[in-house]
Each structure stands twice: as structure tokens, then as C-alpha cells.
Nanobody, 123 residues
């Protein structure tokens, strides 16, 4: 089992920045890739970013490319999502997820999920 705890969410004005953290514990060596997803009210959960174990593969949703950066510190078992130039449409609950199989864009490929952290961007 892998436990994930997100932190760093909050309220920020448009154009501002936030850094989300996801601390992993448990059998973390089984996690091949770590991803961030988000879900806005009334919408389906969507892919945001993913990073593989080595950090060599990083992929982003088109909506966040150039503004968000995913990184990880394996010594601390922590994954980060640096979010810059935030927009009101980035408002959502952000979830961290772990996959033991692939650096996937699809939520179904992730076995472990955190509880989520709220990000609200005001205009």
C-alpha cells in the first residue's frame, strides 16, 4: 500500500503561484510514476501532469504547459507541482496519484490516490 498526502493548496489571485506537495509513504518503491489530476465542480477529473520514477519523463496537459512544472525528490518521497501564472479556470481540487505500471494520462492506471487539496484562483 502507498499513502499519499497533498498539501499547499489555497486561495490565490489570477497570475499568482502556488506549489503543491505530495508526500508518499508505505511501499513507495512500487510507484513507477506519480501524477497530478484535478477536478473542478461539475466536471470530470482530468490529467494535469505526470513524472516517472527517474524524473526523466515529464508530461503535461496542454492547458498547463509552460505554466506548471512537476518534479520529485525520491529521497523525501515527495512530488511537487509548481503552478505559475494561475488562471481562474485552474480552480479545482488537485489530487496526487501513484502508478505501479506506467506514466499514464489516464486516472484508471493509478492505484493510489490522495485526498486532494483545494486550489482556488480568483479573478
Amino acid at each position: 500500500q502507498v499513502q499519499l498526502v497533498e498539501s499547499g493548496g489555497g486561495l490565490v489571485q489570477a497570475g499568482g503561484s502556488l506549489r503543491l506537495s505530495c508526500a508518499a509513504s508505505g511501499r513507495t518503491r512500487r510507484s513507477v510514476a506519480m501524477g497530478w489530476f484535478r477536478q473542478a465542480p461539475g466536471k470530470e477529473r482530468e490529467f494535469v501532469a505526470v513524472i516517472d520514477w527517474s524524473g526523466g519523463i515529464r508530461n503535461y496537459a496542454d492547458s498547463v504547459k509552460g505554466r506548471f512544472t512537476i518534479s520529485r525528490d525520491n529521497a523525501k518521497n515527495t512530488v511537487y507541482l509548481q503552478m505559475n501564472s494561475l488562471k481562474p479556470e485552474d480552480t479545482a481540487v488537485y489530487y496526487c496519484a501513484a502508478s505501479s505500471s506506467s506514466s499514464s494520462y489516464y486516472s484508471k492506471d493509478y492505484e493510489y490516490w490522495g485526498q486532494g487539496t483545494q486550489v482556488t484562483v480568483s479573478s
